[in-house]
């Protein structure tokens, strides 16, 4: 039986929400400290690494939390970043994990929350709960990610991810009064194998509401190109055991931001895995480290 401190109980998900959001709600947020989310990561890997361990050694269900939990949007975001951002703690064989095993259930679950009577993905769920307009889209980035992160949705399935990106761009351009610069290029940036790197690679240029957000809608702009041309994420490749198509190889060689090859060793056992239709067990018997 597994133990409660490697259960997705509900106080854990809202601690891992107040954790990575430690600011109080409020009408107003202070931006920089919103883009710089600093947080003890160390810490929090060591809080969900049997969580983590739990959860591989089954099949992955994650049940949507109850909307009539007082903490339902705070449970929503713990949820979603426990899943979806195995990607910023995992190392070595582990990263498997991340892209065929955790992403798949996040993405049915972020589908779920969006398509919900709920959803978090719209400003009315969040004020009718008492939160702020800058509350909710501090936060919804993290719930999009998995969407963004999904080779099949953005390949496939663009229109779902456009949609939430139009919305929230005209939500930030009414609420701030300024236009997203971005927009006029929207067309183009669909088209440009090589933004991504180049956003990655720059950093964003302004540290205020609009202009942060407005870049990173770009950002997640910028992931449609690769998917539409590849039809996948070539960096994912190695991570899943996948063979390189030359033209994935010469964009890689390209863009060396995005690098995603993996040591030879750990290569061959993440490929002699899927071949055999095995997995290693998650082994997070290392150190965090930015």
């Not at 106080?11 to 929400?17: K, S």
């Not at 883009?35 to 959860?55: C, G, M, Q, T, Y």
Request: proline share 6%; glycine share 2%; net charge negative.
């Amino acid at each position: 039986m597994a133990s409660e401190e490697s259960e997705l109980t509900p106080e854990l998900l809202t601690r891992v929400h107040n954790t990575i959001y430690p600011w109080p709600r409020a009408d107003k947020l202070d931006w920089k400290r919103v883009i710089n989310r600093e947080f003890d990561n160390a810490s929090l890997f060591k809080l969900l690494i049997p969580v983590w361990k739990n959860l591989s050694q089954k099949p992955l269900s994650l049940p949507m939390p109850p909307a009539d939990a007082p903490d339902y949007l705070e449970q929503c975001c713990g949820l979603i970043f426990i899943i979806d951002q195995t990607r910023t703690f995992f190392q070595d064989t582990d990263v498997r994990y991340t892209r065929a095993f955790f992403d798949p259930a996040c993405e049915k679950l972020a589908l779920e929350l969006l398509n919900s009577d709920h959803s978090p993905y719209r400003k009315e769920t969040w004020i009718s709960r008492g939160w702020s307009f800058e509350d909710f889209i501090a936060r919804v980035i993290t719930l999009w990610a998995p969407l963004i992160h999904s080779e099949n949705l953005m390949a496939n399935h663009w229109d779902t991810n456009k949609e939430i990106l139009l919305y929230l761009r005209q939500e930030i351009e009414a609420y701030t009064g300024e236009k997203d610069p971005h927009a006029a290029t929207q067309d183009e940036d669909e088209r440009d194998l090589n933004l991504f790197s180049a956003m990655v690679s720059s950093g964003p240029a302004a540290f205020d509401m609009a202009g942060y957000n407005f870049w990173m809608l770009r950002v997640l702009t910028s992931h449609r190109p690769i998917t539409h041309e590849f039809k996948r994420y070539p960096y994912v490749n190695d991570m899943v055991g996948r063979d390189f198509a030359p033209s994935e190889e010469e964009w890689m060689s390209k863009n060396k931001s995005l690098s995603g090859r993996l040591d030879e060793a750990v290569r061959e056992t993440i490929r002699k895995d899927v071949d055999t239709g095995t997995w290693s067990p998650l082994k997070l018997d290392y150190e965090y480290s930015d």
